[in-house]
T-cell receptor, first 113, second 111 residues
Framework: GGIITQTPKFLIGQEGQKLTLKCQQN?????MYWYRQDSGKGLRLIYYSITENDLQKGDLSEGYDASREKKSSFSLTVTSAQKNEMAVFLCASSIRTGYTEVFFGKGTRLTVV | QQQVRQSPQSLTVWEGETAILNCSYEDSTFDYFPWYWQFPRESPALLIAIRPVSNKKEDGRFTIFFNKREKKLSLHITDSQPGDSATYFCAAISGSWQLIFGSGTQLTVMP
């Protein structure tokens, strides 16, 4: 088995601040994802990376940057936090793209004051 | 735009009843449909999945029925148990390998 570790678990930021969320996986998976989960809106894809050195935009990429530093790590940057923003950011990974199970981390809960 | 739609938004059934959760999609190139479930304060986890080569996939009390012509699928949970209470997400893989989720159905099973 493996684990996906997201840091920090809770993040409080100020309006306009640049914030970085980190994710590490020890599955040795090729593909990694960042999703945003708002209450009642399901999971929306922000960025994904099919393999090391690859970066693909999801439907919600505006306002975010991502970086796949190495195979095991994938970070997400909120370029300018929006006031009263509250969401959970979920990192996930899969052995490859396609018809495979995606495993999720426990999330980073963001609050912007 | 919402490429994967789910209904109802919430559903309550009694223990022992069959719960039916619906999902529809627009893109005919979608060719893999996993269902994930999420318990309160937990992360989503894979429950069951189907590819369009089949119109039915069964795993214990959980069955997916798939209608390719109508671009619809449904998840049937027979003999529902209180421990099945969770939010269920229908998802689909796009041609660009994006895993796209619906907005979820919150299921409550009353004892």
């Amino acid at each position: 088995g493996g684990i996906i570790t997201q840091t920090p678990k809770f993040l409080i930021g100020q309006e306009g601040q640049k914030l970085t969320l980190k994710c590490q996986q020890n599955f040795n998976h090729d593909t990694m994802y960042w999703y945003r989960q708002d209450s009642g809106k399901g999971l929306r894809l922000i960025y994904y990376s099919i393999t090391e050195n690859d970066l693909q935009k999801g439907d919600l990429s505006e306002g975010y940057d991502a970086s796949r530093e190495k195979k095991s790590s994938f970070s997400l940057t909120v370029t300018s936090a929006q006031k009263n923003e509250m969401a959970v950011f979920l990192c996930a990974s899969s052995i490859r793209t396609g018809y495979t199970e995606v495993f999720f981390g426990k999330g980073t809960r963001l609050t912007v004051v | 735009q919402q490429q994967v739609r789910q209904s109802p938004q919430s559903l309550t059934v009694w223990e022992g009843e069959t719960a039916i959760l619906n999902c529809s999609y627009e893109d005919s190139t979608f060719d893999y449909f996993p269902w994930y479930w999420q318990f309160p304060r937990e992360s989503p986890a894979l429950l069951i999945a189907i590819r369009p080569v089949s119109n039915k996939k069964e795993d214990g009390r959980f069955t997916i029925f798939f209608n390719k012509r109508e671009k619809k699928l449904s998840l049937h949970i027979t003999d529902s148990q209180p421990g099945d209470s969770a939010t269920y997400f229908c998802a689909a893989i796009s041609g660009s390998w994006q895993l796209i989720f619906g907005s979820g159905t919150q299921l409550t099973v009353m004892p």
